[in-house]
Protein backbone atom coordinates (compact mmCIF):
# COMPACT_ATOMS: atom_id res chain seq x y z
CA UNK A 1 0.00 0.00 0.00
CA UNK A 2 3.15 2.59 0.63
CA UNK A 3 4.17 1.78 -2.47
CA UNK A 4 1.14 2.50 -4.29
CA UNK A 5 0.90 6.12 -2.68
CA UNK A 6 4.27 6.26 -3.46
CA UNK A 7 3.78 5.83 -6.90
CA UNK A 8 0.61 7.79 -7.15
CA UNK A 9 2.01 11.17 -5.33
CA UNK A 10 5.11 11.23 -7.77
CA UNK A 11 2.49 10.74 -10.71
CA UNK A 12 0.86 13.89 -8.83
CA UNK A 13 3.82 15.82 -8.46
CA UNK A 14 4.38 15.27 -12.37
CA UNK A 15 1.60 16.26 -13.64
CA UNK A 16 1.50 19.38 -11.70
CA UNK A 17 5.07 20.26 -12.94
CA UNK A 18 4.02 19.11 -16.06
CA UNK A 19 0.76 21.67 -15.95
CA UNK A 20 3.01 24.35 -14.50
CA UNK A 21 4.87 24.21 -17.22
CA UNK A 22 2.26 24.14 -19.89
CA UNK A 23 1.02 27.33 -17.93
CA UNK A 24 4.45 29.33 -17.83
CA UNK A 25 4.78 28.14 -21.80
CA UNK A 26 1.56 29.78 -22.80
CA UNK A 27 2.19 33.11 -21.04
CA UNK A 28 6.02 33.12 -21.96
CA UNK A 29 5.13 32.48 -26.03
CA UNK A 30 1.98 33.23 -26.70
CA UNK A 31 1.41 36.40 -29.17
CA UNK A 32 0.10 39.33 -27.65
CA UNK A 33 -3.46 40.93 -28.60
CA UNK A 34 -3.18 43.48 -31.08
CA UNK A 35 -5.31 46.68 -31.28
CA UNK A 36 -6.95 47.61 -34.29
CA UNK A 37 -6.04 50.93 -36.23
CA UNK A 38 -6.82 52.50 -39.81
CA UNK A 39 -4.13 54.63 -41.88
CA UNK A 40 -6.09 56.77 -44.49
CA UNK A 41 -9.51 56.90 -45.86
CA UNK A 42 -11.27 53.70 -47.20
CA UNK A 43 -12.23 55.92 -50.19
CA UNK A 44 -8.53 55.73 -51.34
CA UNK A 45 -7.83 53.51 -54.83
CA UNK A 46 -6.25 50.63 -53.00
CA UNK A 47 -6.94 49.07 -49.87
CA UNK A 48 -4.78 46.79 -47.48
CA UNK A 49 -6.02 44.47 -44.86
CA UNK A 50 -3.20 43.87 -42.44
CA UNK A 51 -4.18 41.05 -39.43
CA UNK A 52 -1.53 39.72 -37.08
CA UNK A 53 -0.18 39.24 -33.66
CA UNK A 54 1.22 40.74 -31.31
CA UNK A 55 5.39 40.16 -30.79
CA UNK A 56 8.62 42.21 -31.59
CA UNK A 57 9.10 40.85 -35.31
CA UNK A 58 5.70 41.38 -36.46
CA UNK A 59 5.28 44.59 -34.72
CA UNK A 60 8.24 45.70 -36.65
CA UNK A 61 7.16 44.36 -39.78
CA UNK A 62 3.27 45.33 -39.67
CA UNK A 63 4.88 49.01 -38.78
CA UNK A 64 7.31 48.75 -41.58
CA UNK A 65 4.48 47.97 -44.04
CA UNK A 66 2.55 50.59 -42.68
CA UNK A 67 4.96 53.51 -43.56
CA UNK A 68 5.27 51.82 -46.98
CA UNK A 69 1.84 52.13 -47.84
CA UNK A 70 0.96 55.04 -46.04
CA UNK A 71 2.34 57.68 -48.42
CA UNK A 72 0.79 55.55 -51.92
CA UNK A 73 -2.32 56.03 -51.93
CA UNK A 74 -3.67 53.32 -49.47
CA UNK A 75 -6.16 52.45 -46.91
CA UNK A 76 -4.78 50.40 -44.29
CA UNK A 77 -6.09 48.93 -41.36
CA UNK A 78 -4.66 46.66 -39.04
CA UNK A 79 -6.58 43.86 -37.12
CA UNK A 80 -5.79 41.31 -34.59
CA UNK A 81 -5.82 37.26 -36.16
CA UNK A 82 -8.79 37.26 -34.24
CA UNK A 83 -10.96 39.46 -36.03
CA UNK A 84 -10.29 37.60 -39.07
CA UNK A 85 -13.94 35.95 -38.96
CA UNK A 86 -15.71 39.34 -38.93
CA UNK A 87 -14.05 40.52 -42.14
CA UNK A 88 -15.89 40.42 -45.61
CA UNK A 89 -12.79 39.82 -47.97
CA UNK A 90 -14.21 41.95 -50.78
CA UNK A 91 -13.75 45.12 -49.12
CA UNK A 92 -9.76 44.79 -49.35
CA UNK A 93 -7.77 44.35 -52.51
CA UNK A 94 -5.38 42.37 -50.58
CA UNK A 95 -4.99 40.85 -47.12
CA UNK A 96 -1.44 40.32 -45.05
CA UNK A 97 -2.25 37.34 -43.01
CA UNK A 98 1.08 37.17 -40.34
CA UNK A 99 0.55 34.68 -37.47
CA UNK A 100 2.62 31.82 -35.48
CA UNK A 101 2.35 28.21 -35.23
CA UNK A 102 1.16 27.37 -31.55
CA UNK A 103 1.04 23.90 -30.54
CA UNK A 104 1.79 22.58 -34.15
CA UNK A 105 -1.08 24.75 -35.49
CA UNK A 106 -1.91 27.91 -37.14
CA UNK A 107 -4.59 29.91 -35.05
CA UNK A 108 -8.05 28.85 -35.53
CA UNK A 109 -9.43 32.70 -36.73
CA UNK A 110 -6.47 32.34 -39.05
CA UNK A 111 -7.18 28.68 -40.22
CA UNK A 112 -10.83 29.37 -40.68
CA UNK A 113 -10.34 32.69 -42.83
CA UNK A 114 -8.37 30.87 -45.20
CA UNK A 115 -10.70 28.03 -45.49
CA UNK A 116 -13.43 29.63 -45.79
CA UNK A 117 -12.14 32.17 -48.47
CA UNK A 118 -9.93 29.66 -50.62
CA UNK A 119 -11.31 31.00 -54.05
CA UNK A 120 -9.89 34.16 -52.93
CA UNK A 121 -6.47 33.09 -51.43
CA UNK A 122 -4.54 34.84 -54.50
CA UNK A 123 -5.81 37.88 -52.63
CA UNK A 124 -3.67 37.11 -49.71
CA UNK A 125 -0.04 37.25 -48.73
CA UNK A 126 0.50 34.98 -45.35
CA UNK A 127 3.37 34.99 -43.53
CA UNK A 128 3.94 32.67 -40.89
CA UNK A 129 6.60 31.82 -38.18
CA UNK A 130 7.33 29.15 -36.08
CA UNK A 131 10.29 27.89 -34.32
CA UNK A 132 11.69 25.80 -37.00
CA UNK A 133 10.82 28.57 -39.52
CA UNK A 134 9.07 25.97 -42.07
CA UNK A 135 5.26 25.46 -41.12
CA UNK A 136 2.91 26.31 -43.24
CA UNK A 137 -1.01 26.01 -44.18
CA UNK A 138 -0.98 23.18 -46.60
CA UNK A 139 -2.16 24.98 -49.95
CA UNK A 140 -1.38 28.13 -48.88
CA UNK A 141 1.55 29.63 -50.90
CA UNK A 142 3.44 31.28 -47.14
CA UNK A 143 6.45 32.74 -46.39
CA UNK A 144 7.60 30.76 -43.81
CA UNK A 145 10.91 31.44 -41.14
CA UNK A 146 11.31 32.70 -38.12
CA UNK A 147 11.10 35.78 -36.19
CA UNK A 148 14.13 36.81 -36.15
CA UNK A 149 13.88 40.63 -36.20
CA UNK A 150 17.31 41.47 -38.15
CA UNK A 151 14.94 39.48 -41.07
CA UNK A 152 12.07 42.36 -41.27
CA UNK A 153 13.38 44.21 -44.28
CA UNK A 154 13.39 40.99 -46.42
CA UNK A 155 10.40 39.90 -45.11
CA UNK A 156 9.43 43.50 -46.13
CA UNK A 157 10.45 43.57 -49.27
CA UNK A 158 8.74 40.21 -50.33
CA UNK A 159 5.31 41.20 -48.89
CA UNK A 160 5.36 44.79 -51.08
CA UNK A 161 6.63 42.24 -54.18
CA UNK A 162 4.11 40.55 -53.73
CA UNK A 163 1.16 43.33 -52.51
CA UNK A 164 2.33 45.26 -55.93
CA UNK A 165 1.02 42.31 -57.92
CA UNK A 166 -2.00 42.30 -56.54
CA UNK A 167 -2.37 46.01 -56.57
CA UNK A 168 -1.85 45.88 -60.05
CA UNK A 169 -4.97 43.29 -60.68
CA UNK A 170 -7.24 45.04 -58.33
CA UNK A 171 -6.72 48.73 -58.77
Known amino acids: MKRLKKI ?3 LVVMMVVFFVFL ?6 YSMDRVTAYEVNTPALENSLLIATQGSDFKNALT ?4 NYYKTRATYIKVIDVHE ?3 IDMDAFNAIVIMHTWENW ?21 VVATSGEGSYK ?22 ITDR ?9
Open 8 to 10: LSV
Open 23 to 28: FWYQQR
Open 63 to 66: QELV
Open 84 to 86: LTE
Open 105 to 125: KPPEPVAAFIEENKEQRNRMV
Open 137 to 158: IEGVDALTGESIIENVPQYVNK
Open 163 to 171: LALLFDQNP
